[in-house]
C-alpha cells in the first residue's frame, strides 16, 4: 500500500565510495523529485523530473545524478561520496498533467539517512 | 533567488493552547503555498492555498494565503500532544517539470500535557 517507497532506509558508508538510493511509487504520477534534508532540517529541492524533462537545482554538485528507468522510479547515484553529503534524502511525486485535483501536492517517501564516515 | 522564510523558529505551548505559525516567500512566478507537518518521518501533506482571502481548514487546522504581503498563516486551535512536530511551508511556482518546491526553515512546535 505504500505510495512513495525508498530503499535503503539507513546507508552508512565511507569517503569517496559510489552509491544509490531506489525511489519507487505506485500512484501513477507523472513527475518526481529528490531533495535532501540537513541536520537543520532544512528540506531543498535537488531535482525535479518527468518523462519529458529533468531540471537540476543548481547547487547540486554534478556528482549526484537522477536516473529513471521508468515513469515509477528515480533513482539517485552519487559518486565520491563526501562527509558533507550526510543528510537524509527524501523523494516525492506529484501529478503534474491535467490530474484535476490539486497539481501541486508532493508525495513523499519515508527518507533515506545516509552516513558518509 | 526564491526565499521561504518561517517564524517562530520554535514554539512551546500547553495542551489547549492556540498557535500561529507564520511563513513569508519571495518566490518568482509564484503559482502556490504548501504546508506540511513532518514529524520523525517524511513530511505529510496539509494544505495547498492559490488563492488569497480564501480560508482553507481541516479540523483543528486551519490557513490562509494573503499574496499582497506574499505570506500565510497556519492556525492550530486547542493543540494536543500530537499536533508536536515540524511545519514546513513551501513556494511553488509555474514552468518547469512539474513543481519545484522551495521549503522555508520550518517551525519546530511542541506541545506539553
Known amino acids: 500500500d505504500t505510495a512513495v517507497s525508498q530503499t535503503p532506509k539507513y546507508l552508512v558508508t565511507q569517503m569517496g565510495n559510489d552509491k544509490s538510493i531506489k525511489c519507487e511509487q505506485n500512484?501513477?504520477?507523472?513527475?518526481m523529485y529528490w531533495y535532501k534534508q540537513d541536520s537543520k532540517k532544512f528540506l531543498k529541492i535537488m531535482f525535479s523530473?518527468?518523462?519529458?524533462?529533468?531540471?537540476i537545482n543548481e547547487t547540486v554538485p554534478n556528482r549526484f545524478s537522477p536516473k529513471s528507468p521508468d515513469k515509477a522510479h528515480l533513482n539517485l547515484h552519487i559518486n565520491s561520496l563526501e562527509l558533507g553529503d550526510s543528510a537524509v534524502y527524501f523523494c516525492?511525486?506529484?501529478?503534474?498533467?491535467?490530474?484535476?485535483?490539486?497539481?501541486?501536492?508532493?508525495?513523499f517517501g519515508p527518507g533515506t539517512r545516509l552516513t558518509v564516515l | 533567488e526564491d526565499k521561504v522564510v518561517q517564524s517562530p523558529l520554535s514554539l512551546v505551548v500547553h495542551e489547549g493552547d492556540t498557535v500561529t505559525l507564520n511563513c513569508s516567500y519571495e518566490v518568482t512566478n509564484f503559482r502556490s503555498l504548501l504546508w506540511y507537518k513532518q514529524e520523525k518521518k517524511a513530511p505529510t501533506f496539509l494544505f495547498m492555498l492559490?488563492?488569497?482571502?480564501i480560508e482553507k481548514k481541516s479540523g483543528r487546522l486551519s490557513s490562509i494565503l494573503d499574496k499582497k504581503e506574499l505570506s500565510s498563516i497556519l492556525n492550530i486551535t486547542a493543540t494536543q500532544t500530537g499536533d508536536s512536530a515540524i511545519y514546513l511551508c513551501a513556494g511553488s511556482l509555474f514552468g518547469g517539470a512539474g513543481n519545484m518546491l522551495t521549503f522555508g526553515g520550518g517551525t519546530r512546535l511542541m506541545v506539553k500535557p
Open positions: 516525492a511525486s506529484s501529478q503534474e498533467i491535467g490530474s484535476g485535483r490539486a497539481v501541486n501536492e508532493q508525495f
Open positions: 492559490t488563492s488569497s482571502g
Open positions: 500512484l501513477g504520477h507523472d513527475t
Open positions: 523530473y518527468n518523462n519529458k524533462e529533468l531540471i
